[in-house]
């Protein structure tokens, strides 16, 4: 049997009305345009795209694509990428990438668009999800994961397309708004470079070779289950206990994510059906102990990259606003005017205690919102760490307020990254990292 070759992947990396990028290294556009090492402006002119560079060349075209001549020497830097998209760590920065770049013509302006093999851009993903300098074992334990979320979502937009379905992806009445978010409104390339997606910074974030060793020995292999690759979602912390798809994303639930309690046996004292609202309260409350419960700079510098090292409370945490605060700050978000926010309830709770639905109650109207994702964008200038949070009203700065006691740090679906980091440090092995989280779940060979 012949062996596949290695799948191609289109990134989208940065949109703009003007964009520059700089080539090191040789790139041919077409079949008769070189250039060599320059710098490049790009804007838009009458719906093209214009461009120009410091050797002189002048050109306006549809769409412009520039593919590497020399694959180990060539790579572009693209000026002033935004990452942490309307996360609390939002900057922008020069980023490097190997491979073929795109430009394109969109609604957004000028789309630049990184074409490379899916090996290769795991390999960024590893080093920029995560710090290149993690234990081995969570290095082959990400690539895995890293690699099945991705051919699972190509597999989920063929599928789409092909059979012409129209993805949902919110539910909406007068008095509820029911929405959740994920990569299908990318049209014109696969994923994203960024948090909705995976994080993608190219070669800006340095490899290291036990990052290149993890992938290149998990060379092909995904999770799988009944035959499908896996849909491997993961985040930061799950709190102690990991959600169910449906609560996050479309109302399905895979058999690989069930509820896993990220420990090796229920934490004494505690109930863990989080989907009850007295024993999610408890549970935020304490600190129950979780692979995921620590405070280890060693291990979670493994994890966390520079800028999310400035989030120190992750596992527990508070956010405090005034009545006005909040008002004002749902307002701007969700462009809903409650007039003076009065409640905030939490209506269903998912198997880790995150908020699926919440009654917010105002002066001017009442309705509920969901799920989780369009929780903590109503309830943060950025994100809120989680929806696994219960509501305390209390003086805040003089006034009446609201105090949100909370758990974990982001959507708590599938692999708990800083849980694995522990396992990891603790001598579990990639594939017992991957069991614990995907339950059920097969480690097969694609190509």
């Given at each position: 049997?012949?062996?596949?070759?290695?799948?191609?992947?289109?990134?989208?990396?940065?949109?703009?009305?003007?964009?520059?990028?700089?080539?090191?290294?040789?790139?041919?556009?077409?079949s008769d345009n070189l250039f060599g090492p320059s710098v490049w402006k790009a804007g838009i002119k009458d719906g093209f795209i214009e461009l120009q560079n410091d050797l002189g060349y002048m050109a306006v075209v549809n769409e412009f694509r520039l593919d590497p001549l020399e694959d180990n020497d060539t790579s572009f830097v693209l000026h002033s990428v935004v990452i942490g998209?309307?996360?609390?760590?939002?900057?922008?920065?020069?980023?490097?990438?190997?491979?073929?770049?795109?430009?394109?013509?969109?609604?957004?302006?000028?789309?630049?668009?990184?074409?490379?093999?899916?090996?290769?851009?795991?390999?960024?993903?590893?080093?920029?999800?995560?710090?290149?300098?993690?234990?081995?074992?969570?290095?082959?334990?990400?690539?895995?994961?890293?690699?099945?979320?991705?051919?699972?979502?190509?597999?989920?937009?063929?599928?789409?397309?092909?059979?012409?379905?129209?993805?949902?992806?919110?539910?909406?009445?007068?008095?509820?708004?029911?929405?959740?978010?994920?990569?299908?409104?990318?049209?014109?390339?696969?994923?994203?470079?960024?948090?909705?997606?995976?994080?993608?910074?190219?070669?800006?974030?340095?490899?290291?070779?036990?990052?290149?060793?993890?992938?290149?020995?998990?060379?092909?292999?995904?999770?799988?289950?009944?035959?499908?690759?896996?849909?491997?979602?993961?985040?930061?912390?799950?709190?102690?206990?990991?959600?169910?798809?449906?609560?996050?994303?479309?109302?399905?639930?895979?058999?690989?994510?069930?509820?896993?309690?990220?420990?090796?046996?229920?934490?004494?004292?505690?109930?863990?059906?989080?989907?009850?609202?007295?024993?999610?309260?408890?549970?935020?409350?304490?600190?129950?102990?979780?692979?995921?419960?620590?405070?280890?700079?060693?291990?979670?510098?493994?994890?966390?990259?520079?800028?999310?090292?400035?989030?120190?409370?992750?596992?527990?945490?508070?956010?405090?606003?005034?009545?006005?605060?909040?008002?004002?700050?749902?307002?701007?978000?969700?462009?809903?005017?409650?007039?003076?926010?009065?409640?905030?309830?939490?209506?269903?709770?998912?198997?880790?205690?995150?908020?699926?639905?919440?009654?917010?109650?105002?002066?001017?109207?009442?309705?509920?919102?969901?799920?989780?994702?369009?929780?903590?964008?109503?309830?943060?200038?950025?994100?809120?760490?989680?929806?696994?949070?219960?509501?305390?009203?209390?003086?805040?700065?003089?006034?009446?307020?609201?105090?949100?006691?909370?758990?974990?740090?982001?959507?708590?679906?599938?692999?708990?990254?800083?849980?694995?980091?522990?396992?990891?440090?603790?001598?579990?092995?990639?594939?017992?990292?991957?069991?614990?989280?995907?339950?059920?779940?097969?480690?097969?060979?694609?190509?």
């Open positions: 049997m012949a062996r596949l070759m290695t799948p191609l992947i289109r990134v989208g990396i940065l949109s703009a009305c003007e964009l520059g990028f700089t080539l090191k290294g040789k790139f041919r556009s077409g998209v309307d996360f609390h760590w939002e900057r922008s920065e020069d980023q490097e990438f190997p491979g073929a770049l795109s430009l394109i013509t969109g609604e957004d302006g000028i789309t630049a668009i990184n074409i490379l093999s899916i090996e290769d851009y795991l390999i960024s993903v590893i080093s920029s999800e995560m710090s290149a300098t993690s234990s081995e074992e969570l290095l082959r334990a990400h690539a895995v994961v890293s690699r099945s979320w991705l051919l699972a979502q190509l597999e989920k937009s063929q599928e789409l397309g092909v059979g012409g379905t129209r993805y949902q992806t919110s539910f909406v009445t007068g008095d509820e708004i029911v929405r959740w978010y994920d990569r299908e409104d990318h049209l014109s390339f696969d994923v994203c470079a960024d948090d909705h997606c995976q994080r993608y910074q190219g070669i800006t974030r340095a490899s290291t070779p036990a990052v290149v060793d993890a992938v290149r020995k998990t060379y092909g292999v995904v999770l799988a289950y009944g035959g499908r690759i896996c849909d491997t979602r993961y985040y930061k912390s799950c709190g102690g206990v990991t959600e169910l798809f449906g609560n996050a994303w479309e109302p399905v639930d895979h058999p690989y994510l069930q509820k896993v309690i990220d420990n090796p046996e229920p934490p004494a004292g505690f109930s863990t059906h989080l989907d009850n609202e007295d024993d999610a309260v408890a549970w935020i409350k304490g600190s129950p102990d979780a692979f995921c419960n620590t405070s280890d700079k060693a291990i979670l510098s493994q994890v966390l990259n520079d800028y999310d090292q400035e989030t120190t409370d992750f596992y527990r945490w508070n956010v405090e606003y005034t009545a006005s605060e909040l008002s004002a700050l749902v307002k701007e978000r969700t462009g809903i005017d409650f007039g003076t926010i009065t409640g905030l309830e939490p209506l269903t709770r998912g198997s880790s205690g995150r908020i699926t639905r919440l009654r917010i109650t105002g002066s001017a109207r009442t309705m509920v919102i969901g799920k989780e994702l369009l929780i903590r964008k109503a309830l943060s200038k950025s994100h809120l760490y989680s929806s696994c949070f219960f509501v305390e009203m209390s003086e805040v700065r003089g006034e009446t307020g609201f105090v949100l006691h909370g758990a974990g740090w982001g959507h708590g679906v599938g692999l708990c990254q800083i849980g694995a980091a522990v396992m990891g440090a603790r001598g579990y092995g990639y594939r017992d990292i991957l069991m614990h989280y995907f339950r059920d779940a097969l480690l097969e060979k694609r190509y």
